[in-house]
Structure formats: C-alpha cells, structure tokens
C-alpha cells in the first residue's frame, strides 16, 4: 500500500479508523531518518502515514516560542527562526533534514513525565500521532566560532580521540566538539589510513574560545587561522557540512541528494 500523506489533520483521524477497522497497523513517518526503519518496515500488515506536508511553523519570538508541525524539518525551523532573529535559535540536531516529529520525540531525553516517557522512540512506535510541538526558543550571539580540524593516525589521531574521550563531556556548555572518523586515502597510493575531523561549534567569538582550548584541550594544536566567525543561522549550514559560502537556503531543501552514504544501527 503507497504512504498516505495527510494534508489535514482529519486525513489523520480518518487513516487511523480506516486502520483499526482493517485491521492494519499505522507506521507514522516524519522525516524517515530512523536507524531501524521503525516509521517504515513492520512484520505484519500496516499502513504508513507520512506527515510531510503538515511542516507549518508559527514563530512568537515576544513569547520565545514557536509552534512546529510534525512534518516540518529541523533545517526549517532553523531557517524560520532565523527570519524573525539572529539573537534566537532552537538546539537540534546537525542534520537539517531530519523531521520534526520523529527527532523531538525520538531524540528527547530526560524528560521524566509519563507521556513523553510514552512516546519517546519516535512516531514509528508510539501510541498516536503528534500533530505539532511547541518549542522554547534560546538565545545565541550575533556571532558563534566552529572550525573542522581534520586528523590523520600519521597526525596522532589515537592519542587525540582518547583525549577528547576525556574531556569533551567536561567543557562548559557553550562549546560543542564532536569527532568524525573516516576510512581515506592514505599518503602512499594505494594504501588506507584513518581520518578523523574533530568539528566544533562554540558560542562566542575566537578570542574566548582560544584560551580555552589551549588550556582544556591543547592536544588538538588549535591555532587562530582555524577559526571561522560566523552567525548562528550560518553555522547550522557548516555543521551540516556545506561548503563554507553555501546559501541559508539549503535549509529549505528537502530534495538534496547525499554524497556521502553510510550505514548506521541505534544502540
């Protein structure tokens, strides 16, 4: 049976008495990133219902809060915010075109209360379907620091990794480092070595950031020409890993094709 994409939320209403009468279950897809294929693959008969287009977002920056309808993607609502401030932003996840639904229910944790205990897993596996959320804004500055520095195992990666493994989770909060591991050409044709891109993002500009690298996290060898300066909106664009320059707009592209593929399995 082909995806049945609600346009209503009584599209919604009727897919679920229409499955219940026959005996289907409903598998419900947001942005369809799910590692299991929980919003699309079930052992018994079943019915997908995809919320791609309910994608509205009403943005309040007065009350710092906006309304995100399931379908929306995360590089919208970021898009979206950044269209009423450059000083407000939502923290999410560095893939822009994840869904909404799925990633806020998915991706929410502890949040303690039996309801969001209930639906945490993402839509695929829940007891209903999440219209919207409403989200509370924060504030960022005009102007955050990321820097993507790339290690090889010639370039001491090991000894890095096992540093960052250190101190990565006791950085103060406005300062984000993730390490990316790589299969790449090694320096002698022919042969493989392991790349590792150490990405960061930092709230503020270079010159706090600096200091505090070389204290925390001096094995790393970050020097100033590394830096970028840029606005928050811009850096979810880096994080993404677009080519620095790449327009904002890319966050409102839903039909980007990957050059990169990979396989991965939740924990």
Not at 46 to 75: C, E, H, P, Y
Not at 97 to 117: A, C, Q
Not at 120 to 135: N, Q
Not at 230 to 241: P, V
């Amino acid at each position: 049976m082909p995806p049945l994409s609600a346009k209503h939320e009584s599209h919604i209403q009727a897919t679920i008495i229409c499955a219940k009468q026959c005996g289907l279950q409903v598998r419900i897809r947001s942005g369809g990133h799910d590692f299991e294929g929980i919003s699309y693959v079930s052992e018994v008969p079943f019915v997908l219902l995809d919320m791609f287009n309910l994608r509205s977002i009403d943005i309040d920056i007065a009350k710092g809060t906006a309304w995100v309808q399931a379908g929306a993607t995360i590089g919208e609502v970021y898009y979206r915010i950044a269209e009423k401030s450059n000083v407000h932003a939502f923290p999410a996840g560095i893939c822009i075109g994840l869904g909404t639904g799925g990633h806020f229910s998915g991706g929410g944790e502890s949040m303690g209360e039996d309801l969001f205990w209930a639906i945490r897993g993402g839509g695929g596996s829940s007891f209903g379907v999440i219209l919207s959320w409403k989200i509370k804004l924060v504030p960022v500055p005009t102007k955050v620091t990321v820097f993507n520095l790339k290690r090889t195992l010639e370039n001491n990666a090991t000894d890095i990794v096992y540093r960052w493994q250190q101190v990565s989770h006791k950085l103060p909060k406005d300062i984000f480092i993730r390490a990316w591991p790589q299969v790449v050409n090694g320096g002698q044709k022919g042969k493989k070595t392991i790349e590792v891109s150490f990405v960061c993002h930092f709230l503020g500009r270079s010159k706090r950031l600096l200091p505090l690298m070389n204290e925390r996290f001096p094995e790393l060898g970050l020097m100033q020409t590394d830096c970028i300066e840029m606005s928050w909106i811009e850096s979810t664009i880096f994080s993404a890993n677009f080519p620095n320059g790449t327009s904002i707009d890319a966050l409102l592209n839903r039909t980007s094709k990957a050059e990169v593929f990979s396989k991965y399995k939740s924990d």
